[in-house]
């Protein structure tokens, strides 16, 4: 093996090393980080299950609350979704997400202790749960207040964290949010089109989540009455503390840039680095100037894809919050409905799996796109005629929209990424689209209006419409792109060879030689 990495010198990559470097990869980078974000997503889909097993009666809402509840979170999870990705370049990974996670998971458990008293909070300091307890909340103020810290908390994961502190430091610390951060440590570490099937497995945390939720919320309201609990808060308390256990280990097995990978050794590290070099080819973006500012917040794509994102992401959010609701329309008990859930996540796990596969072996992402689209449009036609069809069909229906949603969304989010050249470029450009994707939560979270129940004709209206809408929006990508793509191959770009060095070296996609994927 010669020469080292960083320092300029071409490493031959010898394949059996670079099969052992992969492995060790996929061992040491995806499983820390599928966990974390597991339970993130559980702490944010939870109060789904907790809405039906009493958590309304018990806090005084009515009308809207619970939909407000809901789209309190998608405020600060939207704005903080940018700066994080920034700081995640500077700030060590290991010691970022770790940290947001255990605030998270506090935060998560707090929202249901009415009457926490001060043994109580002893064991939690011991257990290193939580440092605060003043936000112990007993009405539907107190859920909105702790639902808006969760926002913060969670534009960090999933997918850069964020550490907050009080004082001069705040403006500093407040830029570490950001969910797209996992995702962004993922990409570090693979080619482009290695990457589906590993953000695929990440992704489907979600649904591992919300199948886990509605088992584990089965079980956890068995404990009603125990210790003056109502059963839906022991949903909340036992969550949040999963949450919070596992962040204290997560310092220390969460990975840090791939220049710094202790899990390999050497020779393997100088391997990792030359075959993301090589892949990364021309589209470097390493400086974060006015200039690539610039590059990155008028690139069309970004903005299309966060369109896109858009479309297909109200119909996650509306899965994730309102499934349960939806299944107890259906006729079933509060007990049944949880249980339901279940084989409808294990559906979308299957169909999400063997997307990324077909995804990545054909190397191709839009059709994929609409495929997922087509399905989930069927789903949601379904549903609207429900006032006419058995319950059998109308939860077949649901099992179309969860497939349909877990096609599309991870290749969209993994198309737009791995289009987006340089480091700065797509940690930039990754979060405002997934930021603009995620205001898709304000539109979930007012469309199925409680006295709309059973049929919701505008929750389910409006997601068929957003679901043709990220079709519409991925042909106008994909069209996009294969101009571009042709563009560049007949020299169309070349005159950007003629930049001063400087810029062409920090030029991201915008290189001449960067082809975009399709």
Not at 112 to 140: E, H, N, P, R, Y
Not at 187 to 194: F, H, I, S, V
Not at 340 to 355: K, R
Not at 480 to 497: A, V
Request: glycine share 10%; proline share 3%.
């Amino acid at each position: 093996m010669a020469g080292s990495p960083g320092i300029g010198n071409e490493v031959m990559c010898d394949p059996e090393i670079e099969r052992r470097v992969l492995r060790k990869c996929d061992l040491h980078v995806l499983p820390i980080l599928y966990t974390l974000y597991m339970l993130s997503y559980l702490d944010r889909i939870n109060i789904g299950n907790a809405r039906i097993e009493g958590l309304e009666k018990d806090l005084g809402m009515s009308g809207n609350d619970y939909n407000i509840a809901v789209q309190v979170l998608f405020v600060p999870y939207i704005l903080l979704e940018v700066p994080s990705n920034i700081m995640l370049k500077r700030v060590a990974p290991s010691t970022w997400l770790s940290l947001i996670m255990f605030v998270w998971g506090k935060c998560a458990s707090l929202i249901d202790w009415s009457a926490l008293d001060f043994a109580m909070l002893k064991v939690l300091v011991i257990k290193g749960i939580t440092t605060m307890c003043q936000g112990l909340v007993s009405s539907f103020g107190g859920l909105v207040a702790c639902r808006f810290f969760l926002g913060c908390f969670e534009a960090g994961l999933a997918p850069g964290k964020h550490h907050k502190k009080i004082g001069p430091y705040w403006e500093k610390c407040r830029a570490h949010c950001a969910r797209l951060g996992n995702v962004y440590l993922i990409g570090m570490y693979y080619k482009r089109y290695e990457m589906q099937k590993r953000y695929t497995f990440y992704n489907t945390a979600g649904i591992i989540a919300g199948a886990f939720g509605g088992f584990l919320a089965y079980a956890l309201v068995k404990m009603d009455g125990l210790g003056g609990y109502a059963g839906w808060r022991w949903i909340f308390i036992i969550e949040g503390l999963l949450t919070s256990a596992m962040a204290v280990i997560a310092k220390w097995l969460i990975v840090d840039w791939p220049e710094e990978a202790k899990f390999l050794n050497g020779d393997e590290r100088a391997v990792l680095l030359q075959r993301l070099k090589d892949d990364e080819g021309f589209a470097k973006m390493d400086t974060l100037d006015r200039r690539s500012l610039q590059r990155t917040l008028s690139d069309w794509k970004i903005w299309v894809g966060g369109l896109m994102y858009l479309g297909t992401t109200t119909s996650t959010y509306s899965v994730s919050y309102y499934l349960p609701t939806v299944l107890k329309e259906f006729g079933y008990t509060s007990s049944a409905a949880q249980v339901q859930t279940i084989p409808i996540y294990a559906a979308g796990l299957v169909v999400a799996f063997l997307t990324a596969w077909s995804s990545d072996r054909f190397r191709h992402r839009f059709g994929f796109v609409i495929l997922g689209a087509a399905i989930n449009a069927v789903g949601y036609m379904v549903l609207l005629a429900q006032s006419h069809l058995g319950v059998k069909i109308r939860y077949m229906a649901l099992y179309l929209v969860e497939c349909g949603l877990w096609i599309g969304s991870p290749v969209e989010i993994v198309w737009i990424t791995s289009n987006l050249g340089g480091h700065y470029k797509r940690a930039l450009g990754s979060a405002i689209a997934v930021a603009s994707g995620n205001m898709s939560g304000f539109i979930a979270s007012n469309v199925f209006i409680t006295n709309q129940a059973p049929r919701y004709p505008v929750g389910y209206g409006v997601a068929l419409g957003m679901t043709v809408f990220a079709a519409t929006a991925a042909t106008v990508l994909f069209l996009g792109l294969s101009r571009e793509n042709k563009r560049r191959d007949r020299g169309g770009r070349d005159y950007r060879l003629q930049c001063s060095k400087e810029d062409l070296d920090n030029m991201g996609d915008d290189h001449p030689g960067f082809r975009y994927g399709l």
